[in-house]
């Protein structure tokens, strides 16, 4: 029996949950330095607003304060585009690699920030 894909709506779950991440956030992406803030993150990935156009399925360096104290710089990697306004794009990117202790930091930020 063959099954078609375009007769299946497919629903995008996340494997981790997202919370709201409205803080300030730089970039490296292709041998140059970009801003943007934050929209959401969560262990497996976060999405950011910036004026920057990017390549999609491109690496970029994210440089972030999970909180005041807390500052991280992790790979990542850009999977979506969608436009935001007439000048910025939100772009969705997962974590290349993730080191156990922001992992840990990430599900707390979010956990604590949940409800």
């Known amino acids: 029996m063959s099954l078609s894909l375009s007769n299946q709506s497919t629903e995008f779950k996340r494997k981790y949950p997202r919370k709201s991440f409205r803080k300030f956030i730089t970039?490296?992406?292709?041998?140059?330095?970009?801003?943007g803030s934050g929209v959401e993150i969560g262990e497996g990935g976060m999405s950011f607003k910036t004026s920057h156009k990017l390549n999609l399925k491109d690496k970029a360096i994210v440089n972030l304060y999970l909180t005041e104290d807390e500052f991280?710089?992790?790979?990542?990697?850009?999977?979506?585009?969608?436009?935001?306004?007439?000048?910025?794009?939100?772009?969705?990117?997962?974590?290349?690699?993730?080191?156990?202790?922001?992992?840990?930091?990430?599900?707390?930020?979010?956990?604590?920030?949940?409800?």
């Not at 490296?28 to 801003?35: E, F, L, Q, R």
Request: proline share 0%; charged share 20%; aromatic share 16%.
């Open 27 to 35: 970039f490296v992406h292709a041998g140059k330095v970009g801003s």
């Open 72 to 115: 991280f710089s992790i790979q990542l990697t850009l999977l979506n585009e969608t436009k935001y306004g007439s000048k910025e794009f939100i772009y969705g990117a997962s974590f290349d690699e993730v080191s156990v202790s922001l992992k840990r930091q990430i599900r707390t930020y979010v956990a604590r920030t949940l409800f």
